[in-house]
């Protein structure tokens, strides 16, 4: 996952979904963090639902103790922004919250850049029928605020074949990508890695599909070379000019 994501834009999709008093995901969606394309550098403050009727405003950056500045946390974004599903159980930083303190994040969409020589093509995934979906998260309080990491698993083909940074060092991921409301009990009710092994399993459904997209700042990717080989099912031609 490339840090980029399109929370719900939409106070009441916010409300109904996370449980938010509508006036305060009213504030979320008409206010600064109402951007249609959202990174985690910078560390926003999104709603994150942490069980049932409890959602409340936590930075994009899962930040522990030992942090002490707001600059060591904006250095931190890169290393804890997202968390291996598969390693957090292991991992100092992240496997109490594994086991306790798991969350969700509903999005319309994610991006990702395809690599193509020397050029970035930004993509979108979202729902076919543009519907919200959540994606899984840990979640810690750092200095009396609300934290978060996006949880990351192996990725699908279509993921695979977008997402191809050739300096990524953990190669291609996705994120925790969460298709029911009873999976989203699963992944809220904590427990051990025998918990969560369902979700991340790769499911190969067309549950997401992408398409070329505009860059964050509105301006579409010109002359790139064309896309690699293989391309698989779910990949929607470019629209025109519409930036989502």
């Keep these: 996952m490339c840090y980029s994501a399109q929370i719900a834009s939409k106070a009441r999709t916010v409300a109904t979904k996370t449980g938010m008093p ?44 030992w942090i002490q500045t707001e600059g060591e946390a904006d250095a931190q974004t890169a290393k804890t922004a997202n968390a291996r599903a598969e390693e957090m159980y292991d991992k100092p930083t992240f496997r109490a919250a594994a086991r306790s303190r798991r969350c969700v994040l509903a999005l319309e969409a994610y991006y990702e850049h395809q690599h193509r020589g020397n050029v970035k093509v930004p993509y979108r995934f979202y ?23 996006v949880c990351t698993m192996k990725p699908t083909r279509l993921a695979r074949w977008i997402h191809n940074n050739p300096d990524a060092f953990t190669g291609p991921r996705q994120p925790v990508v969460l298709r029911s409301d009873e999976e989203v009990d699963q992944w809220l009710q904590g427990g051990g890695p025998e918990t969560i092994a369902p979700l991340l399993e790769v499911r190969e459904d067309g549950f997401l599909i992408a398409q070329e997209t505009p860059n964050r700042n509105g301006t579409r990717v010109r002359s790139a070379p064309p896309p690699p080989p293989g391309m698989p099912e779910g990949v929607i031609p470019p629209e025109t000019d519409e930036l989502f």
Excluded at 33 to 56: C, E, K, M, N
């Design 22 to 65: 509508y006036d305060e995901a009213f504030k979320i969606i008409e206010g600064e963090y109402s951007r249609r394309w959202t990174g985690a550098f910078g560390r926003p403050a999104l709603p994150i639902l942490r069980g049932h009727g409890d959602a409340v405003l936590a930075r994009w950056t899962f930040l522990g103790p």
């Design 127 to 149: 729902r076919p029928d543009q519907s919200v979906f959540f994606v899984g998260g840990l979640w810690q309080d750092w200095h009396g605020e609300p934290t978060f990491a």
